[in-house]
């Protein structure tokens, strides 16, 4: 748990994820047993906001929207990276450990999701895709099961589930610009 410690990414790449379905996120179904959130926006229109809104969800940018500190083992398009965002002052900070489980790096639609390790408030995955359409609007979807984790999360029950939903509408303002220019 990072509250008054700093997680180092690079020991966490052994770590188990802390839910089964690892890679569920591609899948049209999402698992049950968690709660589900898919969210789509368009943030622009035509090739050249395509690629710029690609580069801002490899780039953690829709993450540093939020607030959050990035500390990553290498790049969001590379499964296998592992990620310790981090809410809050360096210390006290929460850090908050994922690995990428799944990029797809080509195509007219390109993205990745990243799952929960120990540590994490919440278990599962969340997946940040960004689409161009035939008719060029680039749609930039989330897409996440989850349910909380740890008792500072459940305890904070709808408190936690709130922050997650301002989360999301910051991910999707920070996508939108980035793909403005």
């Known amino acids: 748990m990072g509250i008054l410690r700093v997680l180092d990414p690079a020991d966490l790449t052994g770590v188990p994820f802390t839910y089964p379905e690892v890679g569920a996120t591609r899948d049209a179904t999402l698992p049950t047993g968690y709660d589900h959130l898919e969210r789509s926006a368009v943030v622009g229109s035509g090739r050249e906001a395509f690629e710029r809104a690609v580069t801002a969800v490899f780039d953690w940018r829709a993450q540093r929207g939020v607030g959050l500190r990035v500390r990553a083992t290498g790049p969001a398009s590379e499964p296998g990276t592992v990620v310790v965002l981090t809410a ?12 990428v489980v799944w990029a797809q790096t080509t195509g007219d639609e390109r ?4 799952g929960t390790l120990p540590g994490h408030p919440e278990s599962g995955e969340e997946a940040f895709v960004v689409r161009l359409t035939p008719g060029d609007d680039v749609v930039f ?13 459940r305890l ?8 997650q939903r301002l989360a999301t509408a910051r991910y999707l303002t920070a996508i939108r610009r980035a793909a403005r220019g």
């Open 111 to 114: 993205g990745f999701a990243y």
């Open 88 to 99: 809050g002052l360096t210390r006290p900070g929460y850090d908050i450990p994922c690995r």
């Open 156 to 163: 904070g029950g709808p408190v936690s589930t709130l922050v």
């Open 141 to 153: 979807t989330l897409r996440v099961f989850a349910r909380l984790a740890s008792p500072l999360a």
